[in-house]
């Protein structure tokens, strides 16, 4: 069973990325942009928040609390947000823009990951939630702010022809 968890823990994620690289690359060129736009921007944003969210909250890592040995070797450091749960889930959030049944298998790829380390004893589930939370935050924030500044250029172009 460690193996299983180190394995889906340390590796799935690469599955997420090869998941979101095989859709890009088979997408239309308008969406391979949006898409583009919406990886890079709501990506930064949710690194963002998280950074600040890791200095407002301090949650000491299961195997340190537990006085335990992880299944999955790290430092003793801050366990919140976990980089894990907040990448997988960014990318199942943005997927869910574009292919509710890519992002669905995102999801399941994300709390499988986010349940091996828990499993692990490096993230507890406060460290998972805050991660979903962060980069479901950052692809709204950046899905509507994209959808303003459109609709902003197109109601100031259509002013101005009138």
């Known amino acids: 069973m460690h ?3 180190k394995f889906v823990g340390q590796y799935f994620v690469l599955l997420s990325v090869v ?5 890009w690359l088979r997408a239309k060129t308008s969406i391979k942009i949006s898409l583009a736009w919406q ?4 990506g930064v944003l949710a690194l963002v928040l ?5 200095r407002l909250f301090y949650d000491t890592r299961p195997f340190v ?3 335990l040995t992880p299944i999955i070797a790290h430092a003793a450091d801050n366990g919140f ?5 907040l990448f997988t889930s960014f990318l199942a959030f943005t997927m869910l823009l574009y292919s509710k049944r890519t992002a669905i298998v995102l999801f399941v790829i994300a709390l499988l990951v986010s349940w091996a380390r828990v499993a692990a004893h490096i993230h507890s ?10 980069a479901g935050v950052a692809v709204l924030v950046v899905r509507v702010a994209t959808k303003w500044w459109r609709g902003r250029k197109t109601t100031s172009t259509w002013r101005s022809a009138g």
């Open 125 to 134: 589930p406060i460290d998972i939630v805050g991660s979903f939370v962060f």
């Open 50 to 54: 998280s950074a600040i969210g890791s």
């Open 81 to 85: 947000p976990s980089d894990h749960a």
């Open 65 to 67: 609390t537990h006085h």
């Open 19 to 23: 998941i979101v690289a095989l859709y």
């Open 39 to 42: 990886l890079v921007a709501g």
């Open 3 to 5: 193996t299983l968890i």
